[in-house]
């Protein structure tokens, strides 16, 4: 696609449910990365996937969360048993690492803002 | 450790010109990167130095000095749509980015 897109844009959960998060990287592009964002607070690195490598987990704040990136693709960024917490924007943003110097910056889907009640 | 630094918040006049200062400690260096975003959106590429000197892109230059590992980000001709906070990252050596926790930017008439 002409951009990244992520889906939902908003989700209103309850305290204790499961929830989904999908990211739709630019077509070709390798890397893909999640990140989370409070209000008025920098980048929190989660998660980050290249090609067939074994994805990079060092950012997930807790076994609540994982992720998954099917056939080089979509990404699915799951929460279990959500918690107030975890009340944020999640940021999903792709890269082609190893073509020309110039494109290796990250383009962001616009995000899912992520309310616990 | 993998560390960027840059000012919290800053302000300045419309019309004015103002510089965003960014320090920054990686893991091997592939470039530093200067991204925009406006409240509720998400993060928007402004520029790219990989090379010592100043980009200059319409109102907005980028400077880097690898040696000092340093880099700023100059606003000229301020407009009130300037108002944002702007992201400071910088390339480590396995191609991701690091990145600065921003500095909002306040433009006062």
């Known amino acids: 696609g002409a951009g990244v897109s992520q889906s939902p844009s908003n989700k209103v959960t309850e305290k204790g449910k499961d929830v989904e998060l999908r990211c739709d990287p630019i077509s070709g592009h390798t890397a893909l990365y999640w990140y989370r964002q409070s209000l008025g607070q920098g980048l929190e690195f989660l998660i980050y996937?290249?090609?067939?490598?074994?994805?990079?987990k060092s950012g997930l704040p807790s076994d609540r969360f994982s992720a998954e990136r099917t056939g080089g693709s979509v990404s699915t960024l799951t929460i279990q048993r959500t918690q107030q917490e975890d009340s944020a924007v999640y940021l999903c943003?792709?890269?082609?690492?190893?073509?020309?110097?110039?494109?290796?910056?990250?383009?962001f889907g616009s995000g899912t803002r992520l309310t616990v009640v | 450790g993998q560390n960027i630094d840059q000012p919290t918040e800053m302000t300045a006049t419309e019309g004015a010109i103002v510089q965003i200062n960014c320090t920054y400690q990686t893991s091997g260096f592939n470039g530093l990167f200067w991204y925009q975003q406006h409240a509720g959106e998400a993060p928007t590429f402004l520029s790219y130095?990989?090379l010592d000197g100043l980009e200059e892109k319409g109102r907005f230059s980028s400077f880097l000095s690898r040696s000092k590992g340093y880099s700023y980000l100059l606003l000229k001709e301020l407009q009130m749509k300037d108002s944002a906070s702007y992201l400071c990252?910088?390339?480590?050596?396995?191609?991701?980015?690091?990145w600065g926790a921003g500095t909002k930017l306040i433009i006062k008439p």
């Open positions: 943003a792709s890269s082609l690492v190893g073509g020309d110097i110039d494109n290796y910056g990250y383009t």
């Open positions: 990252a910088a390339m480590d050596s396995n191609y991701q980015l690091i």
């Open positions: 996937f290249q090609g067939n490598s074994a994805p990079d």
């Open positions: 130095n990989v």
